[in-house]
Structures are given as C-alpha cells and as structure tokens.
C-alpha cells in the first residue's frame, strides 16, 4: 500500500483545508510542495494532475483523486477518526457535502476575479474592474454565508467538521487580496478565529510558511514532487 500523499500549493492555496483534514483525520499521510506556477505547471506535475491545479491526493492504494470537494469526502470516508466521519445517506452527510459545495462554489468562484486580475498582466482599467466585480461576488458570498451562521458555532452545528477546515483556507483569502474587511461579517469573522486556535490550522500555516511544525496528526514528513514522478 502507498503512503497517502497530498500535493499541496503554496503561496496560500485552497489545499490549506486538505491538510488541516488530515490532521484531524487520525490516518498517517505525507506531504509534497507544490510551488504555484513554477511547478504546478510542469510536465512532471501535469503527469498527476493534468489541470495543473491542487490540491491532489495520492490515496492509499495508489489512486490519483483530484478536486477539493472528492478529496475532503475521501479523507471523511477513511477517516479513523469517528467524530470526522458521516456516514453516505445520512442527514449529516448531505449537509456535509451541501455546505461544502457552497464553499467550493459560490465563496471559492467569487474570488475568480481577483486572483484572474492578480495573475494576469493586463490594463489598469481592466484591473479594476475585475476587482471590483470580484470584490462585489466576495461580499454577495460572506453575505450568504453569514446568514448560514446564525446560531450555529461551527458550518455544520455544533460539531467541527472539514468544511470548517476548507473555509479556513479561503476565508485568509479577504487579506490575500485585500478586500472587504471580514469584520462587518461578525459570525464568518467568529467562525475563522475559532479555526485559527485549532492546533491543525497552526499546523498547516507553519508547513506552508516552512517553519517549524508541530503535528498533532499523523504527519510523517515531506516527499519532493522529483521522488515521485
């Protein structure tokens, strides 16, 4: 059997969420940098994900998964950790995958405009108006989610789960790229500093700004992107 291998994307990728699930996961896994673009568009990468794009998942028998959404439900479904763990059908699944899906949808798209305006070179004029129209769909979102919020402490209720992992992972995005202040959203802004004291989210910032991390998970180390291919 393979070492469960994620291939993570720095600086500031949405796989953010992937490694904080997997630390709560309770399974043993690996992790390989992935430096955007300078190596997610290489042929070596295109190799195991053809889009370029991370997160991906090498799972245990070798198996290559792709997109956040089939990533955080393969790691709940192994999870050896029950409290993580929906069983397919039930009530609490269907509200997983609800919940995930608008984070992977409406809040991850909305911020498509900015990072298209960040990443491509293009006229100031056409800078601005695409920061402005993802500045707008930014706030439609945390608009939405906050409604989501009300009365309940964490996206799924009363019991931390991996959407709050993935949500952790997006929501730094507002400073990323200076947008609305998550402040006039006060349940979203709740919500990110209740993940930002979880030992799994100070794990994962420390492996992305490669500082000293202390894993309360599983986490056996790093695998370079050259050792696998």
Same mark, same amino acid.
């Given at each position: 059997?393979?070492?469960?291998?994620?291939?993570?994307?720095?600086?500031?990728?949405?796989?953010?969420?992937?490694?904080?699930?997997?630390?709560?996961?309770?399974?043993?896994?690996?992790?390989?940098?992935?430096?955007?673009?300078?190596?997610?568009? =290489?042929?070596?990468?295109?190799?195991?994900?053809?889009?370029?794009? =991370?997160?991906?998942?090498?799972?245990?028998?070798?198996?290559?998964?792709?997109?956040?959404?089939?990533?955080?439900?393969?790691?709940?479904?192994?999870?050896?950790?029950?409290?993580?763990?929906?069983?397919?059908?039930?009530?609490?699944?269907?509200?997983?995958?609800?919940?995930?899906?608008?984070?992977?949808?409406?809040?991850?798209?909305?911020?498509?405009?900015?990072?298209?305006?960040?990443?491509?070179?293009?006229?100031?004029?056409?800078?601005?108006?695409?920061?402005?129209?993802?500045?707008?769909?930014?706030?439609?979102?945390?608009?939405?989610?906050?409604?989501?919020?009300?009365?309940?402490?964490?996206?799924?209720?009363?019991?931390?789960?991996?959407?709050?992992?993935?949500?952790?992972?997006?929501?730094?995005?507002?400073?990323?790229?200076?947008?609305?202040?998550?402040?006039?959203?006060?349940?979203?802004?709740?919500?990110?500093?209740?993940?930002?004291?979880?030992?799994?989210?100070?794990?994962?910032?420390?492996?992305?700004?490669?500082?000293?991390?202390?894993?309360?998970?599983?986490?056996?180390?790093?695998?370079?992107?050259?050792?696998?291919?």
């Amino acid at each position: 059997m393979s070492t469960l291998t994620l291939f993570y994307g720095v600086p500031s990728g949405c796989s953010f969420g992937s490694i904080v699930a997997l630390e709560w996961s309770g399974q043993p896994y690996q992790l390989c940098r992935i430096e955007m673009p300078a190596q997610s568009d =290489t042929e070596a990468y295109h190799r195991i994900n053809p889009l370029g794009e =991370t997160p991906t998942l090498l799972d245990s028998n070798g198996q290559v998964i792709t997109e956040s959404m089939a990533i955080l439900n393969h790691i709940m479904a192994t999870s050896s950790n029950s409290a993580f763990h929906y069983q397919q059908g039930a009530t609490q699944f269907n509200q997983f995958n609800q919940k995930l899906a608008f984070l992977n949808t409406t809040l991850f798209n909305a911020f498509s405009p900015l990072w298209y305006s960040l990443e491509h070179a293009s006229s100031s004029d056409a800078t601005q108006t695409l920061h402005d129209y993802g500045t707008a769909q930014v706030e439609k979102a945390f608009t939405a989610l906050e409604r989501m919020l009300t009365d309940k402490i964490w996206l799924m209720g009363t019991q931390i789960s991996f959407v709050d992992a993935y949500y952790a992972g997006i929501a730094r995005w507002l400073k990323y790229h200076n947008v609305i202040d998550i402040n006039q959203f006060p349940n979203c802004q709740r919500l990110d500093q209740q993940l930002q004291e979880q030992a799994a989210v100070k794990f994962a910032h420390a492996i992305e700004q490669q500082q000293p991390a202390q894993s309360s998970g599983h986490f056996l180390g790093h695998i370079s992107l050259e050792q696998i291919t």
